[in-house]
């Protein structure tokens, strides 16, 4: 997908301030039994079209009005995902202004995850 420029700007922006981790990072985290909170933040038609495996879905439309309720200590990890990385970087941007500590960004996003044949719920 070909997005604006404005747009890229804003996510490299974002970018700036959130730290990424890659899926294979991620994947290796779910095989050693970590806990964290492994967060879809696409839209609802995303989600329901399959996830990664493990997932919980908070749209990147209401994740700063419902995370605190689903996720209520600040310290805990946060990995946040989309479709390709940009979402994700602007929502854990905010998450961490909210005061959360441990926010990373999936890079390559659901995209990156499918092409490596990872884990998929329906």
Excluded at 53 to 63: D, E, F, L, T
Aim: hydrophobic letters at 35%; one cysteine or more; a neutral charge.
């Amino acid at each position: 997908m070909k997005h604006s420029e404005a747009f890229v700007k804003l996510v490299d922006d974002a970018k700036t301030r959130v730290q990424e981790i890659t899926p294979e990072e991620v994947l290796e985290k779910q095989k050693k039994g970590e806990r964290f909170h492994f967060v879809d933040v696409r839209e609802d038609r995303e989600w329901n079209e399959g996830r990664a495996q493990g997932a919980m879905h908070m749209g990147r439309g209401v994740i700063e009005r419902d995370v605190e309720k689903n996720i209520p200590n600040k310290s805990d990890l946060l990995i946040l995902y989309c479709g390709g990385g940009f979402r994700s970087a602007l929502a854990a941007d905010n998450i961490q202004k909210m005061g959360y500590t441990n926010v990373l960004s999936m890079a390559g996003g659901m995209r990156l995850w499918r092409e490596l044949n990872y884990p998929e719920e329906k």
